[in-house]
């Protein structure tokens, strides 16, 4: 079925997740672009509708395989779809995984949001958290939408790699170490000596500009980042993927 | 003076460095925002003309201290000058420093970027390189402008802290590696132990999807970030931000 018209039902739908509400209520989330409908389909996501420029056969059969209905479409339609600059010629629907916190967590690194609020940061935050090979991601009340188009893509497919929970952040955080996980934070109070985590650590990463929430901080163990010129602090995402990286480092030593 | 009409023809002057035409013919560029300006004024920066908006006298009188012709302005105008999804109150035209490569590189930590094109990358860097005590960052052909409003934003003001150079950047980069400077890149076939860089070092950053040219990494010591899950790679200004860190931790001890 050829779809020549940015006014049909399935482009719609597909739209309609560009906001927080039409996400929750299809239980849907939207990407695009090949790279990242590639990484979807061999991390096993769930696909729905899926739209291809005309001329793009083999992308339809992998996507039929992978459960979507495919509709092909002209390039304004996909277009007017996208959010990128540059033209994509594929875009999906995809279902949300489940975002409730586990009865255990998985062994190994845990990274907790604090309250990440730049879409963007959330994105890249997830990218590093799977690079580092960290076990999932806990989204603490007032973060952003892992699943808002931005993340997504900042993500680039990580999102699919690695649980993404959303929990009640203290309460977690107090299951955590009572679980036997150290709780650090990056903090400007803090040691600039990372301490020994063990082989069970979650890591909490604050707000953009605020921090960490005293509460939570109160219950961590404090690390500042060792700088070394004029600028008085790191990019948000910067500064966590830096931790990460050397807790990885130490884990895996 | 209050400015109340977005055709004024101040108004118009700063919306044109929106575009690097408007920069380059006016030797300006464009910044907003009261952590940005203050950066800028405490940093030195030449200002030509400045907007405030009605009822922040303070600000104008250090604005004024700083050079700027300064114009009370409508929200409406300020508005319709910023980039930034929060309102801004304040925003002004700065001179743009020379970028013209020195005769002598400083003694450290210099990084070098192989066509970084994403705007939010290239700020990120900056304030990464400042943050690490870089002593300036060198942009070969085909980088993004760092004097956008993206990457200024993104610097955070860290394009006031070091010099930024425009160059050649095989010729500048011979010119560094004949007068000692160890040249690193990361590279996916690089060694995973970083080097031994001595105290004069320049960090080669590539472009965020083919990485750094053949022909410059030819002329680099190779090094591959140890990577821990199942992301292919980091984010380009992550990775570059842990390398810078790494090395200035190993140029510190």
């Known amino acids: 079925m050829l779809v020549e018209s940015t006014r049909n039902d399935a482009v719609k739908r597909a739209k309609a997740l560009a906001n927080k509400k039409g996400?929750?209520?299809q239980g849907l989330h939207f990407i695009e672009g090949e790279k990242l409908v590639r990484e979807a389909i061999v991390s096993g996501a769930?696909?729905?509708?899926?739209?291809?420029?005309?001329?793009?056969?083999?992308?339809?059969a992998v996507l039929?395989?992978?459960?979507?209905r495919v509709y092909t479409a002209k390039r304004h339609v996909i277009e007017?779809?996208?959010?990128?600059?540059?033209?994509q010629w594929v875009c999906a629907t995809v279902k949300t995984p489940p975002t409730d916190v586990p009865e255990v967590y998985p062994s190994g690194l845990i990274i907790a949001?604090?309250?990440?609020?730049?879409?963007?940061?959330?994105?890249?935050?997830?990218r590093s958290a799977d690079a580092m090979g960290a076990k999932g991601v806990l989204l603490g009340e007032g973060c952003a939408d892992p699943y808002a188009p931005k993340p997504v893509r900042a993500s680039m497919g990580s999102i699919y790699h690695l649980p993404?929970?959303?929990?009640?952040?203290?309460?977690?955080?107090?299951?955590?170490?009572?679980?036997?996980?150290?709780?650090?934070?990056?903090?400007?109070k803090g040691s600039e000596t990372l301490p020994d985590v063990g082989s069970n650590c979650v890591l909490v990463i604050g707000n953009e500009?605020?921090?960490?929430?005293?509460?939570?901080?109160?219950?961590?163990?404090?690390?500042r980042l060792p700088m070394y010129g004029f600028a008085e602090s790191l990019n948000a995402s910067v500064a966590a993927s830096i931790i990460m990286y050397e807790l990885a480092k130490q884990m895996h030593s």
Chains 1, 2 share one sequence.
């Not at 769930?46 to 339809?60: Q, R």
């Not at 039929?64 to 979507?68: H, L, M, P, R, V």
């Open 80 to 87: 007017s779809m996208t959010n990128t600059e540059s033209p």
């Open 23 to 25: 996400r929750t209520e």
């Open 209 to 223: 500009s605020r921090g960490v929430s005293e509460e939570i901080a109160d219950m961590c163990k404090l690390y």
């Open 113 to 126: 949001l604090d309250k990440v609020q730049e879409p963007g940061n959330l994105g890249t935050i997830i």
């Open 164 to 188: 993404i929970w959303d929990g009640d952040l203290k309460k977690e955080l107090s299951k955590l170490v009572s679980d036997g996980y150290t709780p650090l934070c990056a903090h400007l």
């Open 46 to 60: 769930e696909f729905v509708e899926a739209f291809v420029e005309e001329g793009h056969d083999l992308m339809e």
């Open 64 to 68: 039929i395989g992978s459960g979507a």
